[in-house]
């Protein structure tokens, strides 16, 4: 998936100014940046949901020849701060993410229930699948909207912000749900403001003022200077074991 | 057995519960009136055929107190239906199907028809009294106009709402040029009673809500326009799911958002516009009766509009046996008890709540 010289603007303010991105795939791209660098937008434009200018090219196709319906079932996005349909319980909440590949009327079929099972199971949310959302906690419901955007069984998945009201465990568990999504062939594409669990994605687009500073491997040193810098040098790159971290300077 | 499958039973088992209230109401409404229980059954069943007893019986039955509890009844059903619809739409709790102008709208074309013919009639000092129109006219013609009217203006107010809010591209923008349509609307009404006082009297009766007036005709229209509209939403319960995850997201799932609210809209002013046509402006069965499904138990969109629909029925057809036996014989108008039932039950609602929310802050 890439964009090439893509603005956006919400209202009259302009918040994407001709970034251009590639994001690899197969590959976990995390977007970092500071406050108002402009990605969860540029995710939203990834994902169409904004009007923009420039071309985004998801799988060889710019993103807005393919049908609405096949788009839905190849990309999905998980917005920050996702409204919680209070009255539904997770285990509706997760079907809805099937509902790119339902037909107008038709019941859910046996591989519909088997896909919501398979992604409430990776996000350990099966256990209180009949519970209504209004009755979960913030991580608990974070871990359902999660599963939603897993049911899609989508070959690339936007995430903003995913990890928000998760526990140190359950950030772990995130970590190894998009692990095995990218070694089964999944794009994933998630903007984090936890640099250190940034860091462990393959690659790294590093924002800043409504454009792409930086694209380079998590890994390499290179990225690290870039991050520092982005940040004013107020954080520090630093290696424990075979891991990045960041630290306050 | 899984809470899944007792979450379907508990639906099935409120679904049935409903559907008994509802014929037992509707059995209860012939049977309550001023004329008393015994009396008419006596007539009914026991006076002589082709006596005048049992054809007085018989007309007090199937022309006036039938129609009435099977159109209160429907009434309800089509505002609980809306209420779902409303709150689905605006993902708000507190939206009613009064919220896009079709009340406002409906009162200002009534008041409008009142003043030209019956205001007129007054002006003249009583010289067209045979054609005035007044609200509790039995007249074909005279009835026909002004729920034509009515519907006309539910409509109108409706399509000046979409006309204000630009469309139906923005959920807020529409919520908010609702609000307005209604206000404006509302001043035009006191602007035309204002010029035309002899359609007070008629018009109080109209925004207090009646169904004493309901006969086959209405009754008619709104259970034709019931299944339509309840098919019609129940074939767009599930992007209704979708839409309860935002806008943003329900996009992202291939909804198209558009043509969704539009159709939404469209049912919704079709319900709303229909229920106001016949039975005045009833308060709070489209806001409460979704409420009180959701009390009972957590559904999705497809479930709760069937409910919903259900329960409205069974509040307004309640509401007017009470209205009818309270203060026997004379009667209440449905409307003042709608609002204050509901009313009431939206402040014990609160309570609950803030009771709720404060134990668990504790």
């Known amino acids: 998936m890439s964009v090439e010289a893509v603005s956006a603007s919400i209202g009259r303010a302009r918040i994407l100014r001709d970034v251009n991105a590639r994001f690899r795939q197969g590959r976990w791209t995390s977007v970092v940046g500071p406050n108002g660098a402009g990605k969860s937008t540029l995710l939203k434009v990834m994902a169409c949901l904004l009007p923009h200018s420039g071309r985004v090219t998801l799988l060889g196709k710019p993103v807005l020849e393919w049908s609405r319906r096949e788009r839905s079932q190849t990309l999905v996005w998980l917005g ?59 991580g608990e419901r974070q871990r359902v909207l999660l599963a939603r955007a897993l049911a899609s069984e989508a070959q690339v998945i936007l995430m903003d912000e995913p990890l928000s009201h998760l526990d140190p465990p359950h950030q772990a568990d995130w970590l190894a749900t998009v692990r095995a999504l990218v070694a089964s062939g999944t794009t994933v594409v998630s903007v984090l403001h936890e640099i250190s669990m940034a860091l462990h994605a393959d690659d790294m687009v590093i924002m800043a003022d409504g454009g792409v500073v930086y694209e380079g491997v998590c890994g390499d040193t290179t990225t690290h200077r870039a991050l520092e810098a982005v940040f004013d040098r107020r954080i520090t790159v630093t290696s424990v074991g075979e891991h990045w971290i960041t630290l306050p300077n | 057995m899984t809470e899944s499958h007792n979450k379907t ?82 993902r708000n709790p507190l939206a009613d199907p009064y919220l896009l102008g079709s009340a406002s709208g409906a009162s200002l074309a009534v008041a409008l028809a009142l003043a030209l013919v019956g205001g007129a009639a007054g002006m003249v000092g009583g010289g067209l009294k045979p054609f005035a129109i007044s609200i509790t006219s039995a007249s074909w013609m005279v009835r026909l106009g002004l729920t034509g009217a009515a519907f006309a203006g539910a409509i109108l107010g409706v399509l000046l709402t979409l006309a204000m809010a630009r469309g139906v591209q923005h959920t ?9 349509v209604g206000v404006v609307l509302g001043a035009a009404t006191s602007l035309v009673l204002v010029f035309s006082p002899d359609s007070l009297q008629a018009m109080q009766a109209f925004l207090l809500g009646s169904t004493g007036f309901v006969g086959w005709a209405a009754c008619g229209v709104m259970l ?10 129940w074939s767009l319960s599930r992007a209704l799911d979708g839409l309860s995850l935002g806008e943003a997201t329900a996009a992202s799932l291939g909804l198209p958002l558009v043509p969704l609210r539009a159709a939404l809209i469209g049912i919704l002013a079709l319900a709303t516009g229909t229920a106001v046509a016949q039975t005045g402006l009833i308060a709070f069965v489209g806001l409460a009766a979704p409420h009180l499904v959701r009390s009972m138990v957590r559904v999705t969109h497809g479930n709760l509009m069937l409910l919903a629909s259900l329960t409205g029925g069974v509040l307004l057809s309640g509401a007017d046996l009470l209205a009818r036996w309270l203060i026997a014989p004379q009667e209440l108008p449905v409307g003042v008890l709608t609002a204050v039932l509901g009313g009431g039950y939206l402040l014990w609602l609160m309570h609950r709540d803030s009771n709720t929310i404060s134990g668990r802050a504790a």
């Open chain 2, 172 to 180: 807020l923008r529409l919520l908010l040029a609702g609000v307005v």
């Open chain 2, 224 to 233: 034709c326009v019931l299944p339509l509209c309840i098919a019609a939403a």
């Open chain 1, 80 to 138: 920050q701060n996702e409204a919680a349909a209070e009255d539904l319980a997770a285990y509706d909440v997760a079907m809805l993410g099937r509902i790119p590949h339902q037909g107008w009327l038709a019941a859910p079929s046996a591989e519909d229930h088997a896909a919501v099972a398979r992604a409430l199971c990776a996000t350990q949310a099966w256990v209180f699948r009949d519970r209504s959302l209004a009755a979960l906690s913030g």
């Open chain 2, 9 to 90: 039973s508990r639906a099935s088992a409120a679904m049935l519960a409903l559907m008994v209230l509802s014929l037992s109401f509707v059995a209860f409404g012939v049977c309550i009136g001023s004329t008393g229980f015994e009396n008419l059954l006596s007539d009914l069943f026991n006076a002589e055929r082709g006596s005048s007893e049992r054809m007085m019986a018989e007309k007090i039955v199937w022309n006036i107190r039938l129609p009435r509890t099977v159109g209160a009844w429907a009434a309800g059903a089509l505002l609980g239906l809306a209420g779902a619809l409303a709150q689905g739409l605006f």
